[in-house]
């Protein structure tokens, strides 16, 4: 009865949500352990700085390892980089030991992490590393260990608690880690000048890849946009809004700039008898919003969002309409 009444209390709704509210509190306090160990430790922060040097001078690739719960996170943190334009990869100590050190050469960087220093399966790579000068960057909390002792630049993280009531299970100290090597996936990602475009190129699938796509790979162009002169009759805007299917016309002046809309809401706001024979500049809507091509999808999004409008023309830089951009060619491509 009482084994019962504890596994009652353990699961219940209060009981959960204390752990929870714990479990987040403690990893806040871990984060912010760290921030002011970069600014009250400046072997460490020091250490940041070279490691990005040694990595973004450096011909080779970066090689990240760890065992465990560390491993995981050496995976999360190579991946990083390679997303974000630094050649990395992930190769598991074990694996390392019989014949995955074939993989390394001089040229490439280690990043090594284990919490304690202290992870047996890291030897042998460590061995390597000192018999063919590959420079080893560790991420533990122990200056003393053997890896921080065998290391050109040993990262050295504040001793946390961690969330687990018991203090095993890692879950502050991997947060960590992963933070540092966030931060310096993120400070080579800035070094190199790695920009969305960039980013584009590793991430041409999915959501991601749709917002980072450019409008003028969405928009319809040619005779696909909806073009009427100065001085012609609203007749001819109607037909061209009717046949083009966008709801809107764009008008342009004697040079083919773009100078003004016409859309259905133009069209009740001018609704009157003699509303086909007037001169389409009587109606339209001036200075018109519009984008240039080389702008991202998910920019042309928020910007309809915000200016709560639904097509929009592309324009060169002389101010010519290029193209036509409606949102549910937005919505189609995925970008929202």
Known sequence: ???????????????????????????????????????????????????????????????????????????????????????????????????????????????????????????????????????????????????????????????????????????????????????????LLERRGFSAEDFKTFHPGGKLGAQLRLVQELAHVAERVPLVAVGRPMSEAVIAMSAKGFGVVGIVDEKGALVGVITDGDLRRHMSGDLLSQPVEEVMSRNPRVVHGDVLASAAMEFMEEHKITVLFLVDEAGMPVGILHIHDLLRAGVA
């Not at 940041?48 to 999360?76: P, T, W």
């Not at 960087?109 to 919490?115: A, E, G, P, Q, R």
């Open 1 to 187: 009865m009482g084994l019962r009444h504890v596994k009652a209390d353990a699961h219940s709704g209060v009981a959960v949500m204390d752990s929870i509210r714990r479990t987040i509190t403690t990893a806040k306090n871990g984060i912010e352990a760290l921030a002011e160990h970069l600014v009250t430790d400046a072997v460490f922060a020091q250490g940041l700085v070279d490691a990005v040097a040694l990595v973004g001078d450096g011909a080779g690739r970066v090689v990240v390892s760890g065992v465990g719960k560390s491993g995981h996170i050496a995976r999360k943190i190579a991946a990083t980089m390679a997303s974000t334009g630094t050649s990395a990869y992930f190769v598991h100590p074990t694996e390392a030991s019989h014949g995955d050190l074939g993989m390394i050469t001089a040229d490439d960087v280690l990043i090594l992490l284990s919490w304690s220093g202290e992870t047996a399966e890291l030897a042998n790579m460590l061995t390597y590393a000192k018999r063919f000068k590959v420079p080893v960057v560790s991420i533990s909390c122990n200056r003393d260990s053997t890896l921080a002792r065998n290391s050109e630049i040993a990262l050295v993280l504040p001793k946390v608690q961690e969330a687990c009531p018991h203090g095993l299970a890692p879950t502050t100290s991997a947060m960590l880690q992963l933070a540092v090597g966030d931060a310096l996936a993120m400070a």
